[in-house]
């Protein structure tokens, strides 16, 4: 079974601030990978996404993501923050298998102050 | 249209009731799940079935019971309810039959708020 680990539990980071979180996950197979944004009080949506090829990955609102596979590694990148990226934040990892389930980290809450 | 749409968003209601959520995706997709999401925002899989299949069962006590009429629904009925059963439930869906390009990429819909007293 695959697991999934965001190091960061909670950011804090000023307007215009560069944002790192990371996430590395554990599986020996091909693996999907996934950023999802949990902005308050509202549901996930994708951020960006990771199948095949190019490991630097971009996604909406100016996040992209760098797939490294030595590292198992998939950190989530943005060079600059706004107050409106203030959310919660969660990496997910997919074993590309039939009926394989997704894995999700245990979220980093990003608060962006103004 | 709301892609994945659930009913109720919130629901309050004492321990021992018995209770049901409902969910519905309009996108084709051949997969649907519950997750759950406590206090602190982890989120967890409980189910998730295939064409009316189930195929993902998590360790969840029996007094949770999926069912799925059709590969567009996905309900979800709690029995003799306790507080620990208080998060919010969301149900997603995802397009599993059409290769890897799309393969776990979860459509959410907007959960539903359950508040056991």
């Given at each position: 079974?695959?697991?999934?680990?965001?190091?960061?539990h909670?950011?804090?980071?000023?307007?215009?601030?560069?944002?790192?979180?990371?996430?590395?996950?554990?599986?020996?197979?091909?693996?999907?990978?996934?950023?999802?944004?949990?902005?308050?009080?509202?549901?996930?949506?994708?951020?960006?996404?990771?199948?095949?090829?190019?490991?630097?990955?971009?996604?909406?609102?100016?996040?992209?993501?760098?797939?490294?596979?030595?590292?198992?590694?998939?950190?989530?990148?943005?060079?600059?923050?706004?107050?409106?990226?203030?959310?919660?934040?969660?990496?997910?990892?997919?074993?590309?298998?039939?009926?394989?389930?997704?894995?999700?980290?245990d979220g980093?809450?990003?608060?962006?102050?103004? | 249209?709301?892609?994945?749409?659930?009913?109720?968003?919130?629901?309050?209601?004492?321990?021992?009731?018995?209770?049901?959520?409902?969910?519905?995706?309009?996108?084709?997709?051949?997969?649907?799940?519950?997750?759950?999401q406590d206090s602190k925002k982890f989120?967890?899989?409980?189910?998730?079935?295939?064409?009316?299949?189930?195929?993902?069962?998590?360790?969840?006590?029996?007094?949770?019971?999926?069912?799925?009429?059709?590969?567009?629904?996905?309900?979800?009925?709690?029995?003799?309810?306790?507080?620990?059963?208080?998060?919010?439930?969301?149900?997603?869906?995802?397009?599993?039959?059409?290769?890897?390009?799309?393969?776990?990429?979860?459509?959410?819909?907007?959960?539903?708020?359950?508040?056991?007293?």
């Amino acid at each position: 079974a695959q697991s999934v680990s965001q190091h960061n539990h909670h950011v804090i980071l000023s307007e215009a601030a560069s944002l790192e979180l990371g996430c590395n996950y554990s599986y020996g197979g091909t693996v999907n990978l996934f950023w999802y944004v949990q902005y308050p009080g509202q549901h996930l949506q994708l951020l960006l996404k990771y199948f095949s090829g190019d490991p630097l990955v971009k996604g909406i609102k100016g996040f992209e993501a760098e797939f490294i596979k030595s590292k198992f590694s998939f950190n989530l990148r943005k060079p600059s923050v706004q107050w409106s990226d203030t959310a919660e934040y969660f990496c997910a990892v997919n074993p590309n298998t039939n009926a394989g389930k997704s894995t999700f980290g245990d979220g980093t809450t990003l608060t962006v102050k103004p | 249209d709301t892609a994945v749409s659930q009913t109720p968003k919130y629901l309050v209601t004492q321990m021992g009731n018995d209770k049901s959520i409902k969910c519905e995706q309009n996108l084709g997709h051949d997969t649907m799940y519950w997750y759950k999401q406590d206090s602190k925002k982890f989120l967890k899989i409980m189910f998730s079935y295939n064409n009316k299949e189930l195929i993902i069962n998590e360790t969840v006590p029996n007094r949770f019971s999926p069912k799925s009429p059709d590969k567009a629904h996905l309900n979800l009925h709690i029995n003799s309810l306790e507080l620990g059963d208080s998060a919010v439930y969301f149900c997603a869906s995802s397009q599993e039959g059409r290769g890897r390009e799309v393969r776990g990429e979860l459509f959410f819909g907007e959960g539903s708020r359950l508040t056991v007293l």
